[in-house]
Each structure stands twice: as C-alpha cells, then as structure tokens.
C-alpha cells in the first residue's frame, strides 16, 4: 500500500501564487506517473496536471501558462506550483500516484482563491 499525502493549500488573494507538494511513500516512486487533480464544489474531479515517469507533463487549458508540475524522485515528492490564481482555482487539491496497475489517492489539500 501505498501513502499519499498533500500539503500547501490555504486561501490566497486573487492573482497570487501557491505551491502544493506531494509525498508518497514507497521505494519505487520513479515507477509512478504522478498527477494533480482538483473537485471544485458541485463539479467532478478533474485532472490539472500530470507527470510521467519520463518527466513528461501535461495540463489542462484552464490551467496552461499558470500552474507547472515538477517532480523530485530522489524526495519522492511531487509540486504544483500554482501562479496567477483565479476565484475558479478554488478545489479540494487531490494526488495520485499511479501505474497501469494501480492508484494510489491521497485525503487532498484545499485551496481558496478569494479576496
């Protein structure tokens, strides 16, 4: 079984800047393709970017330009570093770590955008 846990979120003022981080404990994190996913109140769960195992990323529209996501293998630990954030940022933050076999969830960080 793997752990996943977030940190980082909190309210922040339009226009302004947070970094998420994310730890998943197991010895193969390299293994892992590595993925934000963000549920705003009402709506589905989403993915907002994803990391392969290669380092490669993608994002969503919403979010191109704005969020970029990194990886630290030797950490074990993903980021979301989140810039120019809009009132439309606000969600429960969420991390997966994943094979073509398996995901892992963690609880989720929230973050606010509001003034």
């Known amino acids: 079984q793997v752990q996943v846990v977030e940190s980082g979120g909190g309210l922040v003022q339009p226009g302004g800047s947070l970094r998420l981080s994310c730890v998943a404990s197991?010895?193969?994190?390299?293994?892992?393709?590595m993925g934000w996913y963000r549920q705003a109140p009402g709506k589905q769960r989403e993915l907002a970017a994803d990391i392969s195992t290669t380092g490669s990323t993608n994002y969503v529209d919403a979010v191109k330009g704005r969020f970029t996501i990194s990886r630290d293998n030797a950490k074990n630990t993903v980021y979301l570093e989140m810039t120019s954030l809009k009132p439309e940022d606000t969600a429960i933050y969420y991390c997966?770590?994943?094979?073509?076999?398996?995901?892992?969830w963690g609880q989720g960080t929230q973050v606010t955008v509001s003034s």
């Open positions: 997966k770590a994943s094979t073509r076999l398996r995901a892992y």
């Open positions: 197991t010895n193969i994190f390299g293994f892992y393709t």
